[in-house]
């Protein structure tokens, strides 16, 4: 199971609104009662002091690519200096207006954190320079949203199901294992399409931007209906919402490939609304799918979508053909050498492992020679597709961790191989 709750961020998007909400509110306040304004400066300072560290913090988990749990705050406006100023107003013509008066005298001494005004007017010099210290630190996260790959969403995701409990999804399947007698690629594929027909269902996809008809004419939504049982309920709007989830996935033969990077910007710009039952869901699916395409593997139907001829449409190199260029210099052969002897590899470089380790050891590899693009040499040598998706399933599971524990551990060994 996923929450939602991460207290730090959760509570810098609290700290952010509140702190715009209350200044909305003050504005339209027509009192004179000097302690209740000051008080509310207070309080202005404090929450713009308590909440620049944290945002701090995270645009520095930006810097790392990591996001635990998005702002979904009106980045143009709480980024702007003019628009706090202007939410800041009222605060300012108060106290200007009771500049005069000394706080001591008022019995309104009061100091936080290295901050001890003497009149009014220095309080809100304060709160003004902390205020406006965080529209910038919001401007950064605005800039820094704006850079981000695709990419970065599909870590995002990565990163939530990390924490997602697959014990239910593991159970559900073995479940319809023991019920369904002999498994074929007709029975897969009738699960499969139910518990995405389930998930259709929910509606969750409602909160994505709606299909047009030149969209839904490219989704054939009838056939996908025919792998249902017959007495299965749609709901009213399930070909627009069918047409909305087919935007998450492609097709290598028979299985289907999420497209991770969709899944979670709509995650991410839809944080606010989605319940954690919801992202649950969106977890839930997916580890569901997972199973059913390994054990779709596994049947003779599909044995020839294993290992699919490569998107650029080359013919695989035969074995202990060619290397890659970026994968026959002499740092990489010693590196070969080295993953061959702890029998991760055969004589002709091809991977002796399971299609998600072998997506961890080119990841690593990739890693250690400096490749930038890690998965293009590899799926060429292995003639293998949608590496990437392997090494984010691996990433997914706790067995696969440990492998690459051991595998860090062999190939950061410095003995001549």
Not at 260 to 274: D, P, S
């Amino acid at each position: 199971m996923v929450t939602k709750n991460y207290e730090e961020e959760k509570s810098l998007r609290e700290l952010i609104l509140g702190l715009s909400e209350g200044l909305t509110v003050y504005r339209g306040l027509n009192k004179n009662f000097v302690p209740m304004k000051v008080s509310f400066s207070q309080c202005t300072y404090m929450t713009a002091i308590t909440a620049i560290p944290v945002l701090q913090a995270y645009i520095a988990d930006l810097d790392r690519d990591i996001c635990r749990e998005p702002l979904c705050l009106d980045l143009d406006e709480m980024g702007s200096e003019d628009c706090w100023k202007e939410k800041l107003a009222k605060l300012r013509s108060d106290m200007t207006e009771l500049e005069e008066v000394p706080l001591l005298q008022k019995d309104l001494v009061w100091g936080y954190k290295g901050f001890f005004p003497n009149t009014t007017a220095e309080f809100y010099q304060g709160v003004e320079e902390k205020v406006m210290e965080l529209a910038r630190l919001i401007s950064q996260v605005q800039q820094k949203m704006a850079e981000k790959p695709l990419s970065f969403y599909g870590k995002f995701y990565h990163d939530l199901r990390v924490q997602y409990c697959e014990e239910q999804a593991v159970k559900d399947f073995k479940y319809w294992q023991s019920h369904s007698g002999i498994p074929s690629l007709v029975k897969l594929k009738m699960l499969r399409a139910e518990k995405i027909a389930d998930f259709i269902n929910s509606g969750i996809l409602r909160l994505a931007l709606k299909s047009c008809d030149i969209e839904q004419d490219d989704v054939d939504v009838e056939q996908f209906k025919k792998q249902l049982p017959h007495d299965y309920a749609c709901v009213k709007d399930f070909d627009v919402l069918c047409t909305v989830f087919s935007r998450t996935i492609g097709w290598q033969g028979d299985i289907l490939i999420p497209n991770y990077n969709c899944a979670g910007l709509f995650i991410f710009q839809h944080w606010v609304e989605l319940t954690e039952e919801q992202i649950n869901a969106i977890f839930r699916l997916d580890k569901m799918l997972e199973q059913i395409h390994e054990e779709m593997q596994h049947l003779p139907e599909v044995e020839a979508e294993k290992d699919p001829a490569p998107a650029c449409g080359h013919p695989a190199p035969e074995r202990g053909g060619e290397l890659p260029d970026v994968l026959a210099t002499p740092e990489a052969m010693r590196l070969w050498r080295k993953v061959q002897k702890f029998g991760y590899v055969d004589e002709y470089f091809q991977p002796l492992l399971s299609r998600s380790e072998a997506a961890l050891l080119a990841f690593e590899m990739a890693r250690i020679l400096d490749i930038d693009d890690q998965w293009k040499a590899f799926e060429t040598l292995w003639n293998r597709r949608n590496m990437s998706r392997d090494y984010y399933t691996a990433m997914s599971q706790k067995k696969s961790r440990d492998f690459l524990d051991g595998l860090r551990k062999d190939l950061g060994r410095t003995e001549e191989c």
